[in-house]
C-alpha cells in the first residue's frame, strides 16, 4: 500500500492560513491524494482531493509537487472549528482508504 | 452529499455478548462498504472490506469468526463484533464509495463507540 508521512502536530493562530505537508515518496500514477480531517468521536470528514493538479475547493486548497511526491494542504485562514486531525491519504478508485497517524492541529485565537 | 448512518452511535455490552453494528448509504447503492476501527488516540485501522451479495474481506490479523460482516443489501452493510470482550471497546467506523464526476469519493459514518464491561 502506498503510505504517506505527515509532521505529528501544527500550530497556528486564527486567521492565520496553514499549510500541512504530506509525503508520499511511492505513490503510483493511479493514486489520488486525498484529504480527510476527524474531531473527536466523529466519522472523517472530506476535504479535498486531487490527481494531478492543483485543486481549489470552498474549504481548503490542495498543492501537488510537481513529482506528485508531496503535496500540501492550505487552509487559508484557520478558524478554531478546523482544529482537528488532518490525514493525507491514497487510493486508487474503489479500494478503501489507508490512513497513517495524521497531523493534529491545534488553533489558538 | 452523500450521507452514510450508523446505527447504534454508542452501545454498552457486558463481555461475552454479541453487538451489531448498522452501516447504511442513505441516498446512494454502494456494492461494497468498508469498516475500521479506531483506538483511543490511534488512527483509524481498516478490519474488511464488505461485498454485496458475497464474502466479506478481512485484513490481516482481523479475526473473521469473531467480526462477522453481513452486506445483504445495496444500502446495508452489518458487523456482528461476537463475543465481546473488553479489548473490543473501540471506535468503529464505516464508509462508502460513491462515484461522481469519474471520480469515487469516500463517505464515512459517524462512527459507532462500543464499550465492553
Known amino acids: 500500500d502506498a503510505k504517506t508521512t505527515q509532521p505529528n502536530s501544527m500550530e497556528s493562530n486564527e486567521e492565520e492560513p496553514v499549510h500541512l505537508p504530506c509525503n508520499h515518496s511511492?505513490?503510483?500514477?493511479?493514486?489520488?491524494i486525498h484529504w480527510y480531517r476527524q474531531l473527536p468521536s466523529q466519522g472523517p470528514e472530506y476535504v479535498i482531493h486531487?490527481?494531478?493538479s492543483n485543486v481549489n475547493n470552498r474549504m481548503a486548497s490542495l498543492a501537488i509537487a510537481e513529482d506528485r511526491k508531496s503535496s500540501t494542504l492550505i487552509l487559508h485562514r484557520a478558524t478554531l472549528r478546523d482544529a482537528a486531525v488532518y490525514y493525507c491519504t491514497l487510493n486508487q478508485a474503489g479500494t478503501a482508504l489507508i490512513f497513517g497517524k495524521g497531523t493534529t492541529l491545534s488553533v489558538s485565537s | 452529499g452523500a450521507v452514510v448512518s450508523q446505527h447504534p452511535s454508542w452501545v454498552i455490552c457486558k463481555s461475552g455478548t454479541s453487538v451489531k453494528i448498522e452501516c447504511r448509504s442513505l441516498d446512494f447503492q454502494a456494492t461494497t462498504m468498508f469498516w475500521y476501527r479506531q483506538f483511543p488516540k490511534q488512527s483509524l485501522m481498516l478490519m474488511a472490506t464488505?461485498?454485496?451479495?458475497?464474502?466479506?474481506?478481512?485484513e490481516q490479523g482481523v479475526e473473521k469468526d469473531k467480526f462477522l460482516i453481513n452486506h445483504a443489501s445495496l444500502t446495508l452493510s452489518t458487523l456482528t463484533v461476537t463475543s465481546a470482550h473488553p479489548e473490543d471497546s473501540s471506535f468503529y467506523i464505516c464508509?462508502?464509495?460513491?462515484?461522481?464526476?469519474?471520480?469515487?469519493?469516500?463517505?464515512f459514518g459517524p462512527g459507532t463507540r462500543l464499550t465492553v464491561l
Open positions: 464508509s462508502a464509495p460513491r462515484t461522481s464526476g469519474g471520480y469515487n469519493e469516500q463517505f
Open positions: 511511492t505513490i503510483s500514477g493511479t493514486d489520488y
Open positions: 486531487g490527481l494531478t
Open positions: 464488505s461485498n454485496e451479495g458475497s464474502k466479506a474481506t478481512y
